[in-house]
T-cell receptor, first 112, second 112 residues
């Protein structure tokens, strides 16, 4: 029972590089979310999706892009990595708005 | 904008004690409130979800209450154990919003 799977677990990037954080869930959940967690701060929503082909911005979307071509996958793309994007990134999903969110184990990203 | 506050930021208790964690939010127009547990280097695990029409939810040694009018929720942990050591986060979902607003968490240490 995999749940929400995020890859990679750790990554170091140089300023200006690009990368994609992968997120996949095997629970057939419609809703998927990307958050970032900075030290001493609460989680902030980056982007979310209510179903395949539908995405929308959250609280802190600048510098990121997403796509949702399938129900299972919700990748997060960083085009030009900046030091301010050093953070822990969490992907989450839920079946509908009345149910709890299920989280992956996170991707720890450092940009130097 | 919804603001979620958790006090204290850290708490140490001896094993066996009952304890209460606090969460307050500024906008009482919420859809639901969720309590999570986060272990170091891990993602979030959902503990309890309380709908806005409910007053409390219970799961094992955990009991969460919600007073929407005063903007408060508490998580009660009975007979604490060292395995309860973790960071506990609360998050609220506003009506009409599709994301969660997180507090910064309370780091709990249960001393054997």
């Amino acid at each position: 029972n995999a749940g929400v799977t995020q890859t990679p677990k750790f990554r170091i990037l140089k300023i200006g590089q690009s990368m994609t954080l992968q997120c996949t869930q095997d629970m057939n959940h419609n809703y998927m979310y990307w958050y970032r967690q900075d030290p001493g701060m609460g989680l902030k929503l980056i982007y979310y999706s209510v179903g395949a082909g539908i995405t929308d911005k959250g609280e802190v979307p600048n510098g990121y892009n997403v796509s949702r071509s399938t129900t299972e996958d919700f990748p997060l793309r960083l085009e030009l990595a900046a030091p301010s994007q050093t953070s822990v990134y969490f992907c989450a999903s839920r079946v509908d708005s009345n149910q709890p969110q299920h989280f992956g184990d996170g991707t720890r990203l450092s940009i130097l | 904008k919804q603001e979620v506050t958790q006090i204290p930021a850290a708490l140490s208790v001896p094993e066996g004690e009952n304890l209460v964690l606090n969460c307050s939010f500024t906008d009482s127009a919420i859809y639901n409130l969720q309590w999570f547990r986060q272990d170091p280097g891990k993602g979030l695990t959902s503990l309890l979800l309380i709908q806005s029409s409910q007053r409390e939810q219970t799961s094992g040694r955990l009991n969460a209450s919600l007073d929407k009018s005063s903007g408060r929720s508490t998580l009660y942990i009975a007979a604490s154990q060292p395995g309860d050591s973790a960071t506990y986060l609360c998050a609220v979902r506003g009506t009409g919003a599709n994301n969660l607003f997180f507090g910064t968490g309370t780091r709990l240490t249960v001393i054997p």
